[in-house]
């Protein structure tokens, strides 16, 4: 499935978008008000939703609500240079990662291509595996992981982020690497992204035998899954 669905009110930025990206072998589909956009992406269509926050009406964060009440679709974030608030909230909220408006179409092109590698990455003989770090178990192949028995509710880059994480349970590892290996791109300069999405994600797992986080930040060195 290689569709991708283009939210946003600007019709001529849209049809620039959707011709370069039909170039480069995608299906495009497009929706240019929130309801429309909404019931698109959960129309189980798409592979991702590019989700542009500065729309009229329903503007993109409350698109993007009502998209993760009803489905884990990727969805990549527009975002204006100066908008950190929108930009932090929009991942607080589930979205995958941004691109900052405005934006070339090859570098879009390339967001995509790396969320969807990320997601949708076929899975060898090895990965079929449960991975399995104190409470917390994770089966790759399937996407599924749960932390002692219940099922946790995670976005597809949280899940990215947290299997990098089990595979390295123990030892810290870095912003970069995170993003390098989580997102499928390296970090930008003052990027926030890894720091929300391990943030929410503290909030979503549980806590070791004495009550701390299993997630914990080591100074200078990154993020650490601790065994437990």
């Known amino acids: 499935m290689n569709q991708v669905l283009l939210i946003d009110d600007d019709v001529e930025l849209v049809g620039m978008f959707r011709e ?3 170039q480069e072998g995608f299906r495009v589909c497009c929706a240019h008000d929130g309801e429309a956009g909404t019931r698109e992406a959960l129309s189980g269509r798409n592979a991702i939703a590019v989700l542009d926050v ?3 009406q329903m503007n993109g964060i409350e698109t993007l609500r009502r998209i993760r009440e009803r489905s884990h679709l990727p969805v990549l974030m ?4 100066g908008d950190d608030t929108d930009r932090i909230l929009g991942l607080e909220l589930g979205a995958d990662d941004y691109v900052t408006k405005p934006c070339t179409p090859r570098e879009l092109t390339a967001r995509i291509r790396a969320i969807l590698r990320r997601t949708h990455a076929p899975r060898g003989d090895g990965d079929g595996v449960t991975i399995n770090v104190g409470k917390l ?6 996407r599924r992981a749960s932390w002692d028995g219940t099922a946790l509710e995670l976005t597809s880059t949280e899940f990215n982020l947290l299997e ?3 595979r390295n349970a123990g030892r810290p590892v870095s912003k970069n690497e995170l993003s390098e290996q989580g997102l499928g791109r390296p970090m930008a300069r003052f990027d926030r992204n890894i720091d929300v999405h391990l943030s929410s994600l503290r909030h979503k797992l549980g806590t070791l035998a004495d009550g701390r986080s299993c997630l914990q930040t080591v100074y200078r060195l990154g993020y650490q899954l ?3």
């Open 54 to 56: 500065m729309m009229p």
């Open 164 to 166: 990098v994480l089990a």
């Open 20 to 22: 370069y990206l039909e």
């Open 137 to 142: 178990s994770m089966q790759p192949a399937q």
């Open 226 to 228: 601790i065994r437990d």
């Open 78 to 81: 527009l975002t204006g240079r």
